[in-house]
């Protein structure tokens, strides 16, 4: 059985010629020949053709019916590994790749040989080199920049993976021992190609050491940066918010440096909840690529432990001996393209003095509402669609009307992969504009729900989000005890303060809400909903104090017509006080616990 295999795949054509010897001979003059193009570009078989296609079978079944079946299988993996022919490039795209790794992901890597077969195949995919070692129990992967070693044993399991980078000695990697363990090789697949788009740079080799060793001179100075704006009791969620760098973490493996800058409120407190779940915030990646025009980049480090008399870092300058002119840059790059405005992407653009390519223009809401759905798929729902429907518990559902502004009075933005920039001092100045835009951005997409519809016709409090000047939006909407619109506008000054001013016409009632209660509760929740509920809750607390107060002052002048209305009120009253007594913000969902979260993030009373 798997003989016959190993002949097909020695011999392409021989799959082929024996259907053609069971299917009966077409003479030349047929019509069905002369119709068919097919037909006419196919070999045609005689009778002595078919007595040698047999001879040739009955040949090889007997030269491989002694063979073992290991030898069949080193066979195959031959025929897989060299395509006939050699005119095909090995790539995935070829055909017996494409099989072979399907059998590797059916296939559970057990047994060494097994797992030896799935690094070379992913070694083969992102175009390195495999070696096996000849106790064969190590497996290295290697590039002209770097190597990879695989130590197992005998029964596959995997003792130690180490990384090799020009210059240096092998380091052990904690995280892909733990991934080549966990079976999941396409992760371990991914830090490869990490590994490689490291030496994505132009040149020969010596070229490419001198980029890494750039990129080793930021990560030193931007370590050195963190430890000088860290103190001893300082938490993560302080470092994150407020730290000029953010919270750093290292390089390790293929895996590059990342700084995270902003927690959102209900991350915070599930970090205060639970300590040490380590709460995954926005961040960024510290890369280095290739550049079309060349910078001047440091091969060293060049913080001094000194700092200058704003409490920055001093730096050295860029001396011949500690820079090199590489058609390189430095890179902040993004898990996936980040919305900003136009006018956070001059600022950057003017600090760091390099443009920021590949950039185009849209409305800034709409970039909003597709970076909050987060699938691919809905890309079409979020950018033709403006109204969506947000549930809150103990509120009416809101509806919300995300204005998108017109080309002259609209905010514009544009979708950033990654910002270029070639001194390690730009990066604590792009990180606080980075939090100032994903503070601008959390509010609006506060507003943004996959709920399109209002399937079960519930009431309704409707609202408009419209872009104003800057970073500042309004948010209009009827005012609870009048009939004309109010209107709430709230200026983003940066990523830790907030001014919000509520607007109401004249003539209507003045709601029981100031400035400043709203702005405490929007920089308490980061949320649009959760503060136009705080709004709606205090009016209509307002409006039954007040009914309580008008049924009082009638029931002195007549007790006995007034006195079941009284009892109403007084019990009605009694419920929504006690209710305005909780916190104004509990939840964006109707779920207890979630509305028991809420609570402890929107603690404020007026």
């Given at each position: 059985m798997g003989h016959s295999c190993c002949c097909c795949c020695k011999y392409p054509g021989a799959a082929r010629r024996q259907r053609l010897r069971t299917q009966p001979s077409k003479q030349p003059g047929d019509a069905e020949d002369a119709a068919s193009p097919q037909s006419q570009g196919e070999e045609r078989a005689d009778p002595v053709t078919l007595l040698s296609i047999n001879a040739l079978m009955d040949k090889l079944h007997l030269k491989y019916a002694q063979k073992p079946w290991i030898e069949t299988l080193k066979l195959v993996r031959l025929c897989m590994d060299k395509p006939p022919r050699g005119s095909i490039?090995?790539?995935?795209?070829?055909?017996?790749?494409?099989?072979?790794?399907?059998?590797?992901?059916?296939?559970?890597?057990?047994?060494?040989?097994?797992?030896?077969?799935?690094?070379?195949?992913?070694s083969k995919q992102r175009g390195l080199k495999?070696?096996?070692?000849?106790?064969?129990?190590?497996?290295?992967?290697?590039?002209?920049?770097?190597?990879?070693?695989?130590?197992?044993?005998?029964?596959?399991?995997?003792?130690?993976?180490?990384?090799?980078?020009?210059?240096?000695?092998?380091?052990?990697?904690?995280?892909?021992?733990?991934?080549?363990?966990?079976?999941?090789?396409?992760?371990?697949?991914?830090?490869?190609?990490?590994?490689?788009?490291?030496?994505?740079?132009?040149?020969?080799?010596?070229?490419k050491a001198k980029v890494y060793l750039a990129l080793q001179s930021l990560e030193k100075d931007l370590y050195s940066m963190s430890l000088l704006y860290r103190t001893q009791d300082v938490n993560r969620v302080t470092e994150v918010l407020h730290g000029k760098a953010g919270q750093l973490v290292q390089r390790t493996g293929g895996t590059p440096m990342n700084i995270e800058y902003y927690l959102s409120p209900y991350q915070v407190l599930e970090e205060e909840l639970n300590p040490g779940s380590q709460v995954c915030g926005t961040k960024v990646f510290v890369t280095v690529g290739s550049s079309n025009t060349t910078h001047k980049l440091p091969i060293s480090p060049l913080i001094v432990d000194s700092q200058a008399g704003d409490g920055n870092p001093a730096f050295l300058p860029l001396t011949d001996e500690l820079s090199m002119d590489l058609s390189a840059c430095f890179f902040l790059s993004f898990h996936r393209p980040f919305p900003m405005s136009s006018s956070s992407i001059q600022e950057i653009q003017k600090f760091t003095g390099i443009p920021i390519d590949g950039l185009k223009l849209a409305s800034l809401h709409a970039l909003i509402v597709q970076f909050t759905f987060n699938d691919e798929y809905k890309e079409d729902l979020a950018m033709n669609n403006s109204c969506f429907f947000v549930s809150l518990p103990d509120c009416p559902k809101h509806s919300y009307f995300i204005n998108k502004g017109t080309e002259k009075s609209g905010i514009t933005g544009a979708l950033v992969s990654k910002i270029p920039f070639t001194h390690p001092k730009c990066v604590p100045a792009i990180i606080e504009i980075l939090r100032h835009q994903v503070a601008y951005n959390t509010l609006i997409g506060s507003c943004v729900s996959e709920n399109t519809i209002n399937e079960d016709c519930?009431?309704?409090?409707?609202f408009e989000v419209s872009p104003q000047k800057g970073t500042s939006f309004s948010i209009s909407f009827q005012h609870p005890m009048g009939e004309s619109l109010a209107c709430v506008v709230a200026d983003v000054l940066s990523s830790r303060q907030i001014r919000c001013s509520l607007h109401t016409h004249p003539q209507d009632v003045t709601l029981n809400c100031c400035n400043d209660f709203i702005t405490r509760v929007m920089e308490r929740c980061m949320s649009v909903p959760l503060v136009m509920r705080a709004i709606f809750k205090n009016s209509v607390t307002m409006k039954v104090d007040g009914e309580i107060q008008n049924t009082e002052v009638t029931s002195e002048q007549n007790p006995e017509v007034t006195c079941k209305q009284t009892e109403s009120s007084n019990s009605t009253g009694a419920n929504i006080s006690g209710a305005s007594m909780q916190n104004s913000c509990d939840g964006m969902e109707a779920s207890s616990s979630t509305a028991s979260i809420d609570c402890e993030i929107c603690d404020v009373s007026v």
């Amino acid at each position: 059985m798997g003989h016959s295999c190993c002949c097909c795949c020695k011999y392409p054509g021989a799959a082929r010629r024996q259907r053609l010897r069971t299917q009966p001979s077409k003479q030349p003059g047929d019509a069905e020949d002369a119709a068919s193009p097919q037909s006419q570009g196919e070999e045609r078989a005689d009778p002595v053709t078919l007595l040698s296609i047999n001879a040739l079978m009955d040949k090889l079944h007997l030269k491989y019916a002694q063979k073992p079946w290991i030898e069949t299988l080193k066979l195959v993996r031959l025929c897989m590994d060299k395509p006939p022919r050699g005119s095909i490039s090995v790539t995935s795209h070829h055909p017996l790749l494409s099989c072979l790794e399907k059998i590797q992901r059916t296939l559970n890597a057990k047994s060494l040989s097994t797992v030896m077969s799935r690094l070379e195949f992913l070694s083969k995919q992102r175009g390195l080199k495999s070696h096996i070692s000849p106790n064969g129990t190590a497996c290295y992967l290697t590039s002209d920049m770097f190597y990879v070693e695989v130590q197992l044993e005998k029964d596959g399991k995997v003792i130690d993976v180490k990384l090799a980078h020009p210059g240096e000695a092998p380091v052990v990697c904690d995280d892909l021992v733990q991934l080549l363990r966990m079976k999941n090789y396409d992760a371990f697949g991914k830090i490869l190609e990490g590994l490689l788009n490291l030496y994505q740079i132009p040149g020969n080799s010596d070229m490419k050491a001198k980029v890494y060793l750039a990129l080793q001179s930021l990560e030193k100075d931007l370590y050195s940066m963190s430890l000088l704006y860290r103190t001893q009791d300082v938490n993560r969620v302080t470092e994150v918010l407020h730290g000029k760098a953010g919270q750093l973490v290292q390089r390790t493996g293929g895996t590059p440096m990342n700084i995270e800058y902003y927690l959102s409120p209900y991350q915070v407190l599930e970090e205060e909840l639970n300590p040490g779940s380590q709460v995954c915030g926005t961040k960024v990646f510290v890369t280095v690529g290739s550049s079309n025009t060349t910078h001047k980049l440091p091969i060293s480090p060049l913080i001094v432990d000194s700092q200058a008399g704003d409490g920055n870092p001093a730096f050295l300058p860029l001396t011949d001996e500690l820079s090199m002119d590489l058609s390189a840059c430095f890179f902040l790059s993004f898990h996936r393209p980040f919305p900003m405005s136009s006018s956070s992407i001059q600022e950057i653009q003017k600090f760091t003095g390099i443009p920021i390519d590949g950039l185009k223009l849209a409305s800034l809401h709409a970039l909003i509402v597709q970076f909050t759905f987060n699938d691919e798929y809905k890309e079409d729902l979020a950018m033709n669609n403006s109204c969506f429907f947000v549930s809150l518990p103990d509120c009416p559902k809101h509806s919300y009307f995300i204005n998108k502004g017109t080309e002259k009075s609209g905010i514009t933005g544009a979708l950033v992969s990654k910002i270029p920039f070639t001194h390690p001092k730009c990066v604590p100045a792009i990180i606080e504009i980075l939090r100032h835009q994903v503070a601008y951005n959390t509010l609006i997409g506060s507003c943004v729900s996959e709920n399109t519809i209002n399937e079960d016709c519930s009431e309704l409090l409707y609202f408009e989000v419209s872009p104003q000047k800057g970073t500042s939006f309004s948010i209009s909407f009827q005012h609870p005890m009048g009939e004309s619109l109010a209107c709430v506008v709230a200026d983003v000054l940066s990523s830790r303060q907030i001014r919000c001013s509520l607007h109401t016409h004249p003539q209507d009632v003045t709601l029981n809400c100031c400035n400043d209660f709203i702005t405490r509760v929007m920089e308490r929740c980061m949320s649009v909903p959760l503060v136009m509920r705080a709004i709606f809750k205090n009016s209509v607390t307002m409006k039954v104090d007040g009914e309580i107060q008008n049924t009082e002052v009638t029931s002195e002048q007549n007790p006995e017509v007034t006195c079941k209305q009284t009892e109403s009120s007084n019990s009605t009253g009694a419920n929504i006080s006690g209710a305005s007594m909780q916190n104004s913000c509990d939840g964006m969902e109707a779920s207890s616990s979630t509305a028991s979260i809420d609570c402890e993030i929107c603690d404020v009373s007026v």
